[in-house]
């Protein structure tokens, strides 16, 4: 029978859909969609194995991680009584 994922779980899986949706867009989020099916097929990007570069992520994963950080320690110090 599955467990169903606690909330950490859907948090961190959200975070990490979102670093590895922004890692596969990167390598074509300046093109128009003409320019991504010709170098990436009719389906675009599928899969990090079609991008010739590293697979990396952009400034916006970046900037999620460094939101969630500091709400992370706003409800540490809101939980230790201490104003944020």
């Given at each position: 029978?599955?467990?169903a994922p606690t909330y950490s779980d859907r948090?961190?899986?959200?975070l990490l859909g979102?670093?590895?949706?922004?890692?596969?867009?990167?390598?074509?989020?300046?093109?128009?969609l003409q320019s991504i099916r010709t170098?990436?097929?009719?389906?675009?990007?599928?899969s990090p194995d079609a991008?010739?570069?590293t697979f990396r992520f952009s400034d916006d994963t970046q900037l999620t991680l460094y939101t969630v950080d500091g709400l992370v320690d706003a409800i540490q110090w809101a939980n230790d009584g201490v104003a944020a």
């Amino acid at each position: 029978m599955p467990v169903a994922p606690t909330y950490s779980d859907r948090v961190h899986g959200c975070l990490l859909g979102g670093a590895l949706g922004d890692a596969l867009g990167y390598a074509v989020e300046e093109l128009d969609l003409q320019s991504i099916r010709t170098a990436y097929g009719p389906h675009g990007v599928t899969s990090p194995d079609a991008l010739p570069d590293t697979f990396r992520f952009s400034d916006d994963t970046q900037l999620t991680l460094y939101t969630v950080d500091g709400l992370v320690d706003a409800i540490q110090w809101a939980n230790d009584g201490v104003a944020a």
